[in-house]
Structure formats: structure tokens, C-alpha cells
């Protein structure tokens, strides 16, 4: 016959055995220490300096003094002495200085979860910290309706503030989009997680749009790449697709100057606006040509004559008509009264007079 119970290790009292009420009470104080089980801590490796009768703790992982050697056992302070009982898998207890409960599992003790109306932390498939009070770890996570609707509700407690979504990889940051310090809605990027740009910037005061710049004037304000300069940019691209009209539209509001490329019943144009001249440029600064306001077109020139359609200026080159040969000039499918060219046969310079070709004398 065993001498103790298989759970709780209570002694029996023996046949013939003197002094009973020994054994009685050595059961009656296991009994006191591990029924209904109140303990000051969990995890505690230091004893208390000065326990009270009945006082117990939940061992911690490094424990010294008294503590030594009994890692996870509940300690109970009995008639002076600390008196160690080792827990069995499934037990509960009350941990009064944590408020909460905990578990026996694994051999470990384990915190269990609090009232679900109001959890402090909670973990799913992975720990949960003061930071991120609640982690889930799944292929995916489904927010779906009750009734009608759903709304995800990110807030923040003041513009200065962040509320955002950030997309990692490997926990460094790659992409983010919210309000970040402010009420405007952006979204970035990060190659390394340290250094960001913002393709999409969206203001909150007019809703007007920036691509790769935050400093927007305009309802669609696209930036350049790399060093602001005075020069044009000629990265800034913008593409319309579909059908019907689509234009984009350029204006400079210190000179007042507009400009608009698009499709206008079923044709390509390129309009300048507000009574301004359409100038082309090459090399950044060299004038080619100029449309003015009237439609006379002016080649080297920026005024041209009122007299003039078109009005060409130089003092180093000259006008070179188009250049053939007679039999190229007779292959001219129903010249124009007044057409030119630079016969190369004759070596003259002849024009279509509406029914033969003459030559303009030489000296």
C-alpha cells in the first residue's frame, strides 16, 4: 500500500502508526497550499524579505536563495519555512499582484486570457507586445460585413500624428500609405527602409494631386526626379487613354502664359491660350519658330511683319526652295499657280505661272 495520494502527495495514515495527528496535519497543510491556489507572484526568483504565514509565489526561471533549484514551483511559507510544491499539468492559480490567471502547461505556466470584453493583449498563432496588442500570424485575415457595409478605422489623436498603413519585408519597412504627420493622404516607398519617396501625394485642403512631389499648385502637379533646376523638365510626362477628348494643360501664372495639347474633334492640337504666341525652342534657349497670335509664322524673327504670313530673318543664312530636276519638276502632279522650285537642269529658279513653267531672269 502506497504512503501518499497519486496527485496531491498527501500522506496516509498508517495502520498502527503513533503520533496520527502529525501525519493529519502535514496533509491538512499541503491541502491549505495547494487547494484553491492565491498566490503574490508569478515568476518571482528572489524570496520575499519578510513573508507572512500562508504567503505563496510561483517560482521564477533563475531563482536565488531559498528559490534555488526550484524553478515553477508554487512556494508556500509554512510555520517559518518556505515548503516547495511542484505543480501537475493542468493546474490554476491566481496570480493577486498580476490579476490574472494562469495555467500549468508544457511545463510552464501560462497566462491565461482575460474577460474577451476587454483584452489587454492578444496574440493569434503569435505573441502579442505592448506595441502590437494584437498580432495575428495567417495566410490571410477576412474583415467582412454584418448587414450592409464594413469600415477599417485607422485614427489618429491629432493632425502631427501618423495613421497609416506600412507594408514590410523581412520587418523593414517597403511601402506606406495614410496620413503621415499630417491630414494629407500619401503613399510611399522605401528600397532599404530608411530612405522614402512619395509617388502619390493627395492634399486634404483642395484635393489637388502630386506625382513624386508634395509641393502641388495645381490640380495635377507632376515633379522631377532628382535636383530641382531652372531649366524645363523633360521627365514630366503625362498620358491621357480613351476615347473622346483628352488634353493637358500647362500654365505659367506669373506671365499668364496657357497652353493646351489634346484632340478636338477628331484632330491633334497644340493651342496656346490667352492671346499669347506659340513658341518653338531648341537647345533650351534657340528659337526656332514662332506662330504669333495673327498666324503669321516667323523664322528667325519674333515680330512678324504685319504684311507678311510668313517672315523669315537672318544675316548668315539664306532661303533654300525645294531643288529638282526637270524631269522631276514635270512629274509635279497639278502644280499650284505660283509653286517654286530651283530647276537643277537649267540652274534657274522658275515658278508655275497656271499653265507653263518660267523662269525668273538672272542678271
Known amino acids: 500500500m502506497s504512503e501518499q495520494t497519486d496527485l496531491l502527495k498527501l500522506p496516509?495514515?498508517?495502520?498502527?502508526?503513533?503520533?496520527?495527528?502529525?501525519?493529519?496535519?502535514?496533509?491538512l497543510s499541503i491541502l491549505d497550499a495547494v487547494l484553491h491556489i492565491r498566490v503574490s507572484g508569478v515568476g518571482s526568483n528572489t524570496p520575499p524579505g519578510a513573508p507572512v504565514e500562508g504567503e505563496r509565489h510561483v517560482?521564477?526561471?533563475?531563482?536565488?536563495?531559498a528559490f534555488i533549484s526550484h524553478t515553477n514551483k508554487i512556494a508556500a511559507f509554512q510555520d517559518g519555512v518556505w515548503v516547495f510544491f511542484p505543480p501537475q499539468p493542468g493546474w490554476t492559480l491566481w496570480d493577486a499582484t498580476g490579476e490574472a490567471i494562469h495555467v500549468f502547461h508544457d511545463s510552464t505556466w501560462i497566462k491565461a486570457a482575460p474577460t474577451p470584453e476587454r483584452l489587454t493583449l492578444l496574440g493569434i498563432e503569435t505573441d502579442a507586445d505592448t506595441v502590437n496588442r494584437l498580432a495575428v500570424a495567417a495566410a490571410a485575415s477576412l474583415f467582412t460585413h454584418a448587414g450592409a457595409g464594413h469600415q477599417i478605422k485607422v485614427n489618429k489623436a491629432a493632425a502631427a500624428n501618423t495613421a497609416s498603413m506600412l507594408?514590410?519585408?523581412?520587418?523593414?519597412g517597403r511601402a506606406e500609405m495614410g496620413l503621415a504627420g499630417n491630414d494629407d493622404f500619401s503613399v510611399k516607398v522605401s528600397a532599404d527602409g530608411s530612405t522614402w519617396k512619395t509617388p502619390l501625394y493627395l492634399k486634404a485642403s483642395d484635393g489637388f494631386a502630386g506625382i513624386n512631389t508634395t509641393d502641388i499648385r495645381y490640380l495635377l502637379t507632376v515633379g522631377q526626379p532628382g535636383a530641382t533646376d531652372s531649366l524645363l523638365n523633360y521627365d514630366k510626362t503625362i498620358g491621357v487613354a480613351g476615347a473622346g477628348a483628352a488634353y493637358f494643360r500647362g500654365q505659367d501664372t506669373t506671365n499668364n502664359v496657357r497652353f493646351v495639347?489634346?484632340?478636338?474633334t477628331n484632330n491633334v492640337m497644340l493651342a496656346s491660350k490667352s492671346n499669347h504666341p506659340l513658341v518653338f525652342k531648341v537647345n533650351d534657349t534657340v528659337e526656332s519658330f514662332r506662330i504669333a497670335t495673327t498666324g503669321q509664322i516667323g523664322i528667325g524673327i519674333t515680330a512678324p511683319n504685319a504684311s507678311a504670313l510668313v517672315d523669315m530673318a537672318s544675316t548668315t543664312r539664306g532661303f533654300l526652295p525645294p531643288r529638282m530636276t526637270t524631269t522631276q519638276r514635270n512629274a509635279i502632279a497639278s502644280p499650284a499657280e505660283g509653286l517654286v522650285v530651283y530647276n537643277m537642269t537649267l540652274h534657274q529658279l522658275q515658278f508655275w505661272n497656271g499653265t507653263a513653267w518660267m523662269s525668273i531672269a538672272g542678271v
Open 167 to 172: 507594408f514590410q519585408t523581412n520587418w523593414s
Open 12 to 27: 496516509y495514515i498508517m495502520p498502527a502508526q503513533a503520533q496520527k495527528h502529525v501525519t493529519h496535519n502535514e496533509a
Open 261 to 264: 495639347m489634346g484632340t478636338f
Open 59 to 65: 517560482v521564477g526561471s533563475a531563482p536565488t536563495g
